[in-house]
């Protein structure tokens, strides 16, 4: 059974920095495109950032750019998104999932997702 498990959220103060962890079973994160979403109080999910199954293509919402940076460790069949310059409009949940195709993920359309990680970010 595939199982992808997030880690790494917590309360933090804006401008500081997180690394979010997706650990996977039962599936090879280097054979998928990975993406992490979130959810904020009140708001749409919206898709921060993907990277392709080769490691090729990466995406970012404009929001974040220049301060998240996702990332894939093979040996650790483990995907990261590392953020930094947190913002208060950073607070949300964050989901990772994985698919065939970045481009699917941008149409938050998936074949597996986590069960989040909660982010807080506090002035």
């Known amino acids: 059974q595939v199982e992808l498990v997030e880690s790494g959220g917590g309360l933090v103060q804006a401008g500081g920095s997180l690394r979010l962890s997706c650990a996977a079973s039962?599936?090879?994160?280097?054979?998928?495109?990975m993406g992490w979403y979130r959810q904020g109080p009140g708001k749409e999910r919206e898709l921060v950032a993907g990277i392709s199954t080769a490691g090729g293509s990466t995406y970012y919402k404009d929001s974040v750019k220049g301060r998240f940076t996702i990332s894939r460790d093979s040996a650790k069949n483990t995907v990261y998104l590392q953020m930094i310059n947190l913002k208060l409009e950073d607070t949300a949940v964050y989901y990772c999932a994985a698919d065939r195709s970045l481009v699917r993920l941008g149409l938050y359309e998936y074949d597996y997702r986590g069960q989040g990680t909660r982010v807080t970010v506090s002035s």
């Open positions: 039962e599936l090879t994160v280097s054979n998928y495109a």
